[in-house]
T-cell receptor, first 115, second 113 residues
Framework: SQTIHQWPATLVQPVGSPLSLECTVE??????LYWYRQAAGRGLQLLFY??????ISSEVPQNLSASRPQDRQFILSSKKLLLSDSGFYLC??????????????FGPGTRLTVL | AQKITQTQPGMFVQEKEAVTLDCTYD???????LFWYKQPSSGEMIFLIY??????QNATEGRYSLNFQKARKSANLVISASQLGDSAMYFC??????????FGTGTKLQVIP
């Protein structure tokens, strides 16, 4: 069966510090991968998605970046965190078929607080 | 641009009664999918139900059904026989090319004993 992992589960970082959040998927190959951010009490905002190794698409310009160094690994980074980067970050995967809309499976999330 | 609108920020329902959570969407695509997810206070996103734009029958999954009215661009979630464990945030979402999903702002459902 497929599983998706995210770490860390919670993170408190000072403004201006770097960030690295990791997401890995097991039990599937060539998934589409996604990073979402959820501000407190709000819906999910798609940040990045990737259809393959090294292929990253950004949905919202910001000081975050994403990388996909391996097929089942997706990393969210920042060189300098802002207060507005605080939120709940969710990674998700879906089977990569383009013309069939499949359920996205979400990881447990990382709760980031920037102070 | 695609947009999902959930006009009910909060809803209350008596245990064992049915409740409808509203969702309208805006897209110029002919092919799309609509989802409902549940998010308990723990934060995890739980898939509930899916409706394809070409599906003629309304989707059902146990106590969940999706009232799909394509001409009105609405995809309301109906929960029958509400349970205390149904208390959570509910998100309507639409998927388009490359499986990109747009989420609504959510409805907080509280089930009253």
């Amino acid at each position: 069966s497929q599983t998706i992992h995210q770490w860390p589960a919670t993170l408190v970082q000072p403004v201006g510090s770097p960030l690295s959040l990791e997401c890995t998927v097991e039990g599937t190959s060539n998934p589409n991968l996604y990073w979402y951010r959820q501000a407190a009490g709000r819906g999910l905002q798609l940040l990045f998605y990737s259809v393959g190794i090294g292929q990253i698409s950004s949905e919202v310009p910001q000081n975050l970046s994403a990388s996909r160094p391996q097929d089942r690994q997706f990393i969210l980074s920042s060189k300098k965190l802002l207060l507005s980067d605080s939120g709940f970050y969710l990674c998700a995967w879906v089977a990569g078929a383009i013309n069939v809309y499949n359920e996205q499976f979400f990881g447990p999330g990382t709760r980031l607080t920037v102070l | 641009a695609q947009k999902i609108t959930q006009t009910q920020p909060g809803m209350f329902v008596q245990e064992k009664e049915a409740v409808t959570l509203d969702c309208t969407y805006d897209t110029s695509d002919q092919s799309y999918g609509l989802f409902w997810y549940k998010q308990p206070s723990s934060g995890e996103m739980i898939f509930l139900i899916y409706q394809g734009s070409y599906d003629e029958q309304n989707a059902t999954e146990g106590r969940y059904s999706l009232n799909f009215q394509k001409a009105r661009k609405s995809a309301n979630l109906v929960i029958s026989a509400s349970q205390l464990g149904d208390s959570a945030m509910y998100f309507c979402a639409m998927v388009r090319g490359y499986q990109k999903v747009t989420f609504g702002t959510g409805t907080k459902l509280q089930v009253i004993p």
